[in-house]
Structure formats: C-alpha cells, structure tokens
C-alpha cells in the first residue's frame, strides 16, 4: 500500500523521487510537512494528489496578510429567525489533510492558530475546544526566494513540522517529459489507492517497527550533540549554532526511522535509516547564531557536520 501511495506521487511530481519519499515517510510517521522551494516546482499539485491518492478530505488556504486565526479556524455566527442563537461554523482547517500555502505570508497571530492544530490536533475557540478529523495533516509551502511582505515561523512552530523539506529545481529533461505529456501542465488523474481503513492499517504497521536499543542510542547522541553547551557537540555546532535540537527532533528521528524501515520492507529501524531522514528532521530545528550568517553557513551544512562528528556506534 505504500508503494503505490510512492508510485502514484512519482506519476504527478516528476523525477523527484527523493521529495516523494519523504512526503511519504511523513504521513505514515503522522507528521507534518514543511515543502520549501520556489513557485511552480509542483508543490500544490503535490498535496492535492496525496489526498486524492488517501481518499481524504483537503482543503486548501491562501495565507495573506490580512487573514484573520478565525477564517482558519471558524468562528460563531448568529443564525436563526426569532430566535436568534450564535452556531459555529468550522473553518478550512477542519479537513483531514490542509495545505498551508505560502504560510509565512500571514501574520503571526493567524499562525499561532495552528499550533494547537498542530499539536494537540484540536481547535480551541472562545473557551470551547473542538477535536480535528483524525488522521490530520497540514502540509505547507513556503518560498525562501521572495521575503518582502513575509513573516518568519517562529520556532515554536517550526518544531511542530516533522521534516522540512528543500523542493529542487528541475532539468530540462524533466521538462521536456513534463511539456510532451501534459496538456497545459495539467496531472494526470489518479485514483485512490488507500482509504481510512487502509491508512490505519499503516499507521499499526509502522508502530510495530522495532526500534533497536544502539539506534535508539543513536539519535539520542545525535540530538544531544546538536547542542553547543554539550561537552559532545562537535566544534561547527559549537561555533554557529545557539540552540540545538529539542527532545521532539528525538520523536521525530524515531517515527520517521520506523515509517522509512516499513517503506523498504523491513522490520526494524537501521542506522541508515535515521542518516537518511535526519537532515529533513534536523534542518529547521536548530536557530542559527549571528556567525553562521557571517560565514554563509546554513542549517543543513552544520547537520552534514553534526552527522559527520556524531559516530552510529560510540567510540570506545
């Protein structure tokens, strides 16, 4: 089932196998989604044939800088003849799978609407707390290109995404596929490959995946070590790094190392399945020091150093 969730992806975003992949890993991980790059790489269209493929129900919303938490969230509206009573009408965000797009458009008060979405997969309104359709995914774009008019996710909100993920550009052979199969662009139709049932199915399988006591080891060494007041972080942390990882980075190696073991068919997490998914689960959770911008570092070069110094097994 989550081979022809991949296959199905693969048909509708070209030759990025890589960006396939780790969407998937995602969703059986139960995360969230942070899709960077610039526009029309197929971001959208990604997220529109990931619920068609799941059979869930999607929503899409355009953050700008004037929308309001309530046009996410929904909010109370008075109905009724004679009579009259306030009822609460659900917001976009009561979708099985929302896409955020351009989420650093919008201002920082409509983006702490989703933290508690986020997290607690529920929405709280005037004092009334109301439960989200389960599974519940959001999955945002972003462009890191264009920032005029562009308000920065703070990172208690990034640390809600379980991957951000870098969208690469297309070659021109990806293009020339792309112009003589597609009439103006458009994806090809596809059909459902999984339902409700069929994901939770998924969901059990991937929590059955055995997670090994040296790989555990493993990513507790690695968050640790991003961390430059840990005697073990390695000199690049120390250097350009002001605070490392928090213990959800931890969570989130784990659950994904058991959602990419299942996708390649085996039944326990290996060390290079955390190496796999670590730069997508690490890259926007450490906050970089003024140094760092100095010296054109980026998040995912001290993640490359970070792996590099932290060893699968420890050095006796």
């Known amino acids: 089932m989550a081979a022809r969730l991949k296959d199905g992806l693969?048909?509708?975003?070209?030759?990025?196998?890589?960006?396939?992949?780790q969407v998937v890993v995602a969703v059986l991980a139960r995360g969230h989604v942070l899709l960077e790059g610039l526009p029309g790489l197929g971001k959208t269209e990604l997220c529109k044939a990931l619920a068609k493929l799941l059979s869930l129900p999607f929503r899409r919303i355009q953050f700008t800088p004037d929308l309001l938490p309530g046009?996410?969230?929904?909010?109370?509206?008075?109905?009724?003849?004679?009579?009259?009573?306030?009822?609460?009408r659900e917001g976009p965000l009561f979708a099985s799978l929302v896409l955020a797009d351009e989420i650093n458009r919008s201002s920082?008060?409509?983006?702490?609407?989703?933290?508690?979405?986020?997290?607690?997969?529920s929405v709280t309104v005037l004092g009334q707390t109301r439960p989200l359709p389960d599974p519940f995914f959001v999955l945002a774009t972003q462009n890191p290109i264009e920032l005029e008019g562009t308000y920065p996710l703070p990172e208690a909100q990034l640390d809600r995404f379980l991957f951000r993920i870098q969208v690469p550009p297309v070659g021109a052979k990806t293009l020339r596929t792309l112009l003589t199969t597609r009439v103006r662009g458009a994806p090809p139709e596809l059909s459902p490959v999984l339902d409700v049932g069929g994901l939770s199915r998924l969901f059990a399988a991937v929590?059955?995946?055995?997670?090994?006591?040296p790989v555990a080891d493993f990513i507790g060494r690695l968050v640790e070590a991003s961390d430059p007041r840990q005697p073990s972080a390695p000199d690049a942390v120390r250097r350009f790094v002001r605070y490392g990882a928090s213990p959800r980075a931890a969570l989130a190696l784990a659950a994904s190392g058991r959602a990419l073991a299942l996708l390649r068919g085996r039944p326990n997490v290996g060390f290079d399945d955390v190496v796999a998914t670590a730069p997508a689960a690490l890259n926007h959770r450490l906050v970089l020091a003024y140094e760092?911008?100095?010296?054109k570092v980026t998040a995912p070069d001290v993640v490359r150093a970070l792996m590099q110094a932290v060893?699968?097994?420890?050095?006796a």
């Open 292 to 295: 760092a911008s100095l010296e």
């Open 108 to 121: 920082p008060k409509t983006q702490s609407a989703l933290l508690e979405a986020m997290q607690e997969r």
């Open 311 to 315: 060893p699968e097994v420890p050095r």
């Open 207 to 213: 929590d059955r995946v055995h997670l090994p006591g």
């Open 10 to 21: 693969n048909t509708v975003l070209l030759d990025q196998e890589a960006v396939v992949e």
């Open 71 to 88: 046009d996410i969230t929904g909010t109370y509206v008075l109905e009724g003849e004679g009579r009259r009573d306030f009822v609460f």
